[in-house]
């Protein structure tokens, strides 16, 4: 661990990390959904402002880990692999299942970044953080809410579906924060 990672605490390193992470493998995942799906196909225009508004997210967190010292998480690779995976198969089930993808990411994301702000409020260690995540948070929200508006659960086996894609993002967030 670098020196700066040492001087901001392991929980605020954990944060910057597991939300850059976070961000890159929503990327990922709009990359899947718009190769299948296509620039003209159902949601197309809004999938790709939803992605670019990830990279604008994940840009933002990796000159704050550049800045601060924080390392990667070890597991970019697989998070690539398995976010451009996830985001082809669900497209390939149909743009609803696509938009049952984002809704599902979005409430664990939604979840993830409101415990990190209690956490960065209690403490008022960290006000840059602390707002950059609560505007993230609401870009994150309004993902979600277009998602539902746009025919999330009616994906087949939506609440099957759901329930998976928020289990696997529970998952990367927790390796994500330690490896």
């Given at each position: 661990?670098?020196?700066?990672?040492?001087?901001?605490?392991?929980?605020?390193?954990?944060?910057?990390?597991?939300?850059?992470?976070?961000?890159?493998?929503?990327?990922?995942?709009?990359?899947?959904?718009?190769?299948?799906?296509?620039?003209?196909?159902?949601?197309?225009?809004?999938?790709a402002g939803m992605a670019e508004?990830?990279?604008?997210?994940?840009?933002?967190?990796?000159?704050?880990?550049?800045?601060?010292?924080?390392?990667?998480?070890?597991?970019?690779?697989?998070?690539?692999?398995?976010?451009?995976?996830?985001?082809?198969?669900?497209?390939?089930?149909?743009?609803?299942?696509?938009?049952?993808?984002?809704?599902?990411?979005?409430?664990?994301?939604?979840?993830?970044?409101?415990?990190?702000?209690?956490?960065?409020?209690?403490?008022?260690?960290?006000?840059?953080?602390?707002?950059?995540?609560?505007?993230?948070?609401?870009?994150?929200?309004?993902?979600?809410?277009?998602?539902?508006?746009?025919?999330?659960?009616r994906a087949p086996g939506y609440?099957?579906?759901?329930?998976l894609i928020r289990l696997g993002?529970?998952?990367?967030?927790?390796?994500?924060?330690?490896?």
């Amino acid at each position: 661990m670098s020196t700066g990672a040492r001087a901001l605490g392991p929980d605020t390193a954990r944060m910057i990390r597991v939300d850059q992470a976070g961000e890159f493998g929503a990327t990922r995942i709009y990359a899947g959904q718009l190769a299948v799906l296509g620039d003209r196909g159902p949601h197309a225009a809004e999938i790709a402002g939803m992605a670019e508004e990830e990279a604008r997210h994940r840009a933002r967190f990796d000159e704050l880990m550049a800045s601060r010292g924080v390392r990667p998480t070890a597991l970019t690779p697989i998070w690539s692999v398995a976010g451009y995976a996830l985001g082809a198969a669900t497209a390939l089930i149909g743009p609803e299942a696509a938009m049952a993808c984002t809704a599902a990411v979005e409430e664990e994301i939604d979840r993830h970044y409101t415990r990190q702000l209690d956490a960065l409020d209690a403490s008022g260690s960290d006000p840059e953080l602390s707002g950059l995540i609560a505007e993230f948070r609401e870009d994150e929200r309004a993902h979600r809410d277009a998602a539902l508006a746009a025919g999330a659960e009616r994906a087949p086996g939506y609440p099957l579906l759901s329930g998976l894609i928020r289990l696997g993002c529970r998952a990367a967030i927790r390796l994500s924060e330690r490896v």
